[in-house]
């Protein structure tokens, strides 16, 4: 008897002492939790932003916010827009769908009128249970497939980018077309419209610390798409004498009779500056710079917001440049071709757990981030997108990705590859350039007898592409 009794007292003691604590409990259970519940995405926009940041390699540029984030994050040096035009370029990347001639032609171009049947990247979000918020410009137009991919009403501060200050009193005002394509008024940033985007996008995150909600954040910001309006002090980060100014102004050799650039400066009041002129370069690149500035200083203000509440250890991040831009070079001002400093994009993507603090030469393009951040946060893909994701390369940023990427704009195709840039204009003109060669694209080598199985190679790829794009009905 004595023996049975001290049998069941050990089994007891055994269970006792095997049985987890109530905290470990709870601590483990706190742990899963954590682990199934859905990542958050915060995607920002940024207008005319083209890869000249000290991330980039510009040191002349005061980025300290992204450059910061960049380090936290994974640069992607090779990223490409599908359309060298700001609305063609959000509906193509938002739809996950190529352009095509006929479709996301220019900065009107809406995805509910081009692709009515398409899901949205918020869209799909939202249907898998997020909260999809879009703050300032993420679409061209705020209206834009408003109720199938928003959780509430697109949110933009009045006057857009039409915001400007009565340099008498300083006064805001709303304008109703185009003015002076520059303003440096002596005021702090409460008055500019990425200012309020950024403090819109702050008090929604906080909401959402509140609530627990799983969100899809949107935050578009203006600059630095002229004209260029940004406060003093942000002028004041760059001495203009010492402004290096574009040693290419002149049109590439050989270039096509429909090669042209962006006519959209052209719209503005060059106050006493004429076009051409030294002066002019050097006053439209001050602008651009202390634009970026400007609107690094709203990011950086986001990005803190982030983590104080605690919500970036959960969150994937993707920081995203609508299109290039060309500050002067061969004489252009702006987007609106197939070169390749209008097509080349800045993408900084943070991903908890994955890549940070380094770069990638991996060839990707904007249709790619659509079905990355679906598989990232476990979202079903509609079957017709046309990118592909990337999450492979934020585990191994060495490996390689695409061959090529593909761009379109009116009148001409585009293939980029690791080393060349290629365009077929709807004339039958080319355009063929070596980027390890020539990387500033200053001749155009298509006619040239050594090049002909690269051309051959380049519209292999170009009718696969076009092929592809032209597969959605």
Same mark, same amino acid.
């Given at each position: ?14 269970? $006792? &002492?095997?049985? #987890?604590?109530? *905290?470990? %409990? ?11 519940? @859905? ?123 039409? $915001? &400007?200050?009565? #340099?008498?009193? *300083?006064? %805001? ?11 440096? @008024? ?288």
């Amino acid at each position: 008897m004595n023996k049975f009794l001290i049998c069941i007292g050990s089994a007891i003691l055994l269970l $006792v &002492a095997c049985k #987890p604590k109530e *905290n470990a %409990v709870v601590t483990q259970k706190q742990s899963q939790n954590q682990d199934q519940k @859905p990542k958050n995405v915060l995607f920002i926009a940024i207008d005319d932003l083209r890869p000249e940041l000290g991330c980039y390699g510009a040191p002349q540029i005061k980025s300290p916010n992204i450059d910061q984030f960049a380090k936290e994050a994974l640069v992607f040096n090779r990223a490409y827009c599908n359309v060298p035009v700001c609305g063609a370029s959000r509906a193509s990347l938002l739809t996950g769908i190529l352009p095509t001639k006929t479709r996301f032609i220019d900065y009107k171009a809406k995805a509910q009128e081009d692709v009515p049947n398409a899901k949205t990247l918020p869209g799909v979000f939202k249907e898998a249970g997020y909260t999809c918020i879009s703050n300032g410009k993420i679409f061209h137009y705020n209206k834009d497939v408003q109720e199938a991919s928003w959780s509430r009403n697109p949110w933009m501060p009045p006057g857009g980018h039409r $915001v &400007a200050y009565d #340099p008498t009193t *300083n006064d %805001v005002l709303m304008k109703s077309g185009n003015g002076r394509i520059y303003e440096a @008024p002596d005021v702090d940033e409460t008055g500019y419209p990425d200012y309020k985007i950024a403090q819109k996008t702050i008090s929604d995150l906080r909401r959402f610390k509140a609530s627990g909600e799983s969100f899809f954040m949107a935050c578009g910001f203006f600059r630095p798409h002229m004209p260029f309006y940004a406060p003093k002090k942000y002028w004041d980060l760059y001495d203009r004498a010492t402004i290096e100014i574009a040693d290419n102004r002149e049109l590439p050799e050989n270039a096509p009779s429909l090669l042209r650039g962006s006519g959209e400066f052209k719209s503005y009041s060059f106050g006493d500056y004429k076009p051409k002129t030294e002066a002019f370069h050097k006053m439209m690149r001050h602008g651009y710079y202390a634009c970026v500035s400007y609107v690094d200083q709203m990011v950086g203000e986001v990005l803190r917001e982030l983590e104080v509440l605690g919500l970036a250890e959960n969150t994937i991040v993707v920081l995203w440049g609508d299109h290039g831009w060309h500050l002067g070079e061969h004489e252009f001002w702006g987007k609106h071709n197939t070169l390749h400093k209008a097509l080349q994009v800045p993408l900084i993507v943070k991903v908890p757990g994955k890549a940070k603090g380094t770069e990638t030469k991996a060839l990707v393009e904007s249709v790619d981030i659509y079905p990355t951040l679906c598989e990232l946060a476990n979202v079903k893909v509609p079957d017709y997108v046309m990118g592909k994701s990337f999450t492979s390369v934020l585990d191994n940023p060495k490996q390689a990705f695409r061959t090529n990427a593909y761009a379109r704009f009116k009148k001409a195709d585009a293939i980029v590859t690791e080393e060349f840039t290629y365009s077929l204009f709807e004339n039958g003109e080319e355009m063929l350039y070596n980027l390890k060669k020539d990387p500033k694209e200053n001749k155009n080598i298509a006619a040239d007898d050594s090049n002909t199985s690269v051309l051959e190679t380049m519209r292999a790829a170009l009718k696969a592409k076009k092929e592809l794009a032209s597969s959605y009905k």
